[in-house]
Nanobody, 116 residues
Framework: QVQLVESGGGLVQPGRSLRLSCAAS????????MAWYRQAPGKQRDLVAA???????NYADSVKGRFTISRDNAKSTMYLQMDSLKPEDTAVYYC??????????WGRGTQVTVSS
């Protein structure tokens, strides 16, 4: 059974950094398209960054140059390094995994709050 557990969220000042982790079980990270989404209050859930089995990455325009998605297959974990955080990055961040048969799984989310 696939399980995704996010961690690393918290309260941080603008301009600072956070690293989110998504611990995955029941799948092979490097064979799975994995992604980070975020949802701010009253808004839809949007894609932040994704990484394919081949290692290709893509980012939302709003985070390009500030966020970096990566994975460690030995630890079965995906990461999101978030630098130069802005108040508008405040949201619940969700881990997403899409298997080769298109079954999709979500974590429960981790709150990121950027505020002075």
């Amino acid at each position: 059974q696939v399980q995704l557990v996010e961690s690393g969220g918290g309260l941080v000042q603008p301009g600072r950094s956070l690293r989110l982790s998504c611990a995955a079980s029941g799948l092979i990270v490097i064979r799975t398209t994995m992604a980070w989404y975020r949802q701010a209050p009253g808004k839809q859930r949007d894609l932040v960054a994704a990484i394919t089995p081949g290692g290709n990455t893509n980012y939302a325009d709003s985070v390009k140059g500030r966020f970096t998605i990566s994975r460690d297959n030995a630890k079965s974990t995906m990461y999101l390094q978030m630098d130069s955080l802005k108040p508008e990055d405040t949201a619940v961040y969700y881990c997403n995994a899409r298997l080769s048969d298109f079954r999709t799984y979500w974590g429960r989310g981790t709150q990121v709050t950027v505020s002075s």
